[in-house]
Structures are given as structure tokens and as C-alpha cells.
């Protein structure tokens, strides 16, 4: 399995942006995928993820009612639609794949099982 994130780039305060993670080597029935934020000089936080088991979607306080996960299957794609950016948005942005079907899973950076390389996300005036 692999993980293409994509969609990073520079914007102001109070824009967008859409990330991009595909994921190829299998199918998006299996996995659960997640967005994660490695901000300079903090740990690697979990954003959100999409559980294709139940449909689930999880998001961190952090980023809540701004930003929204989505996917397509015909794709094989997950976005992650990203409103209202802050300042403290910027961090190199990764996307992560867990086995949606095993026995139990976390959404943690010991939890994934496949990880893309990131994409940088700077939210600067």
C-alpha cells in the first residue's frame, strides 16, 4: 500500500485549501485513512479520519467545523477540505492508512499502518 499526499502550499489567513492523499496498492474499503499535522517544534497531531466500516469521521478540537474529511472510492482518493486557515496551521501535513477491519485500531502515530510522505501547508500575511 501506498500514500500520495498533495495540495499543499501558501495561503493567508482565513483561506483554503484541499489536501489530497491517494492511496494505491489497494482500496479505500479496507483502510482507514487520516490526516496528521507535524507543526515546527510539536509532536505529530491526528486532524481527522474517515472509517469506511461505518462511514465514521473523527475530528481533533483543533480543527473542528473548519476543516472537513471526504472520499472518493471511484478515486481511491481522501481529501481533506481545509477552511477559515489559521496561523497555527502550518505544519507539514501527512496522510496515514489503518486496517479498517482488524481487531482493534487507534488513531495515533504508533496506530497507522502506512504513512505518505507530507505535504507542507503555510498559512501566513
Known amino acids: 500500500v501506498q500514500l500520495q499526499a498533495s495540495g499543499g502550499g501558501t495561503v493567508q489567513p482565513g483561506g483554503s485549501l484541499r489536501l489530497s492523499c491517494a492511496l494505491s496498492g489497494s482500496t479505500l474499503e479496507h483502510w482507514a485513512v487520516g490526516w496528521f499535522r507535524q507543526a515546527p517544534g510539536k509532536e505529530r497531531e491526528g486532524l481527522s479520519y474517515?472509517?469506511?466500516?461505518?462511514?465514521?469521521?473523527y475530528y481533533s478540537d483543533s480543527v473542528k467545523g473548519r476543516f472537513t474529511i471526504s472520499k472518493d472510492n471511484a478515486e481511491n482518493t481522501v481529501y481533506l477540505e481545509m477552511n477559515s486557515l489559521k496561523p497555527e496551521d502550518t505544519g507539514v501535513y501527512s496522510c496515514?492508512?489503518?486496517?479498517?477491519?482488524?481487531?482493534?485500531?487507534?488513531?495515533?502515530?504508533?496506530?497507522?499502518?502506512?504513512w505518505g510522505k507530507g505535504t507542507q501547508v503555510t498559512v501566513s500575511s
Open positions: 474517515i472509517n469506511p466500516v461505518d462511514g465514521s469521521t
Open positions: 496515514a492508512a489503518v486496517n479498517a477491519w482488524g481487531s482493534s485500531w487507534s488513531f495515533s502515530t504508533y496506530g497507522m499502518d502506512y
